[in-house]
């Protein structure tokens, strides 16, 4: 079996609010790039890459399509299963730049899925998890704001949260801690500041709810240095998300004690390939993950799911609900979200996921032999 197509389509999907997080960082739309690989047989894999805007990570999505157009054409001709050649093959035409390479990969493990009629979270080693806990985001407002957001969740069922902060220190103190106090039983927090604290900030608004039994950190400064002094300074649970994006950035962590969970955005890693072996490595380091993607399209939701299902329960923290604030879909049988879970419906094989090929419109570029 033989790549003979690659087809590259532009989506763009607006939110249904203006997200705002740290360091006065805003979004209202994105913007997704979808992938279809077809192959010599007939079968077509699907993948998508859609960054969280272009202040987030490095990633935009411009950089996706530009990236395609490098990696493209070298993957014509090359046996999409094998998904470690491709990956190897991506690595060689292109250095760095993962969210370009994790649409393909992704299009190609549904080929493989496909291919041996086999969903991919088996292919990954099989249900270990029926159903994933959902964390919901509560984006920057005021403290009323944000309680006002969480009752309203928690009412549809969610219990465990992600609060954004990051901001000034004094407001964020009275964000937290009106947060702390609006948690019920058997409901947890993550305080999320995307790094944007300094290190004196953090240990300040996080020494206000010292002794919390409730409450995550995740990533409260931008550099691995930075958090580690303050994972050193607090004794809340700390995460490190966006500072951790390959396997030699997670053993100096495991090995500087900087972290108790990853929180692993599968594009930011490089695709399911790369997520799977850091995954695998948190599991037998007996560090906790989260699973999440960049976007909200209905294959980011299917690809977390594979990933989070595959997943020992013990090991896997949460996802984030990935049909929350898209307005439009392209396929049907996406993951299903209710009381606060989030799992895949059946044993469809590849992604699962049904395409409405009409909506897609027209490529704007195509590859081929
Ligand atoms: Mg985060």
Known sequence: MRIATIRVYRRDMPLPFVYRWSGGRSLGALDSTLVEVETDTGLIGTGDSCPWGNQYVPAFAGGVRAGLDEIGPALIGADPRCLADINRRMDETLYG???????????????????????????LGGRLIERVRARIGTPSGSPGEMVAQLRERAKQGYFHFSLKVGDEVELDIERLRALADALGPG?????????????????????????ATNIYVEQPCRTYEECLQVRRATALPMILDECIVDVDDLLRAHADKALDILNIKIPRVGGITRCRQIRDLCVSLGIGVYLMDTGNTEIAGAVTMHMAHSTPSRSILGVWDPNDWRQEDIATDIPVAGDGHVWIEGSRPGLGLTFDRKRLGEPVAVYQG
């Open 97 to 123: 730049h993962p969210y370009v390479k994790h649409a393909v990969d992704v299009a190609c493990w549904d080929i493989l899925g496909q291919h041996t009629d086999m969903p991919i979270h088996d292919l």
């Open 187 to 211: 409901q947890t927090m993550v305080a999320d500041a995307n790094g944007g604290w300094q290190p004196h900030e953090a240990v300040r608004v996080l020494g206000s709810v010292a002794g």
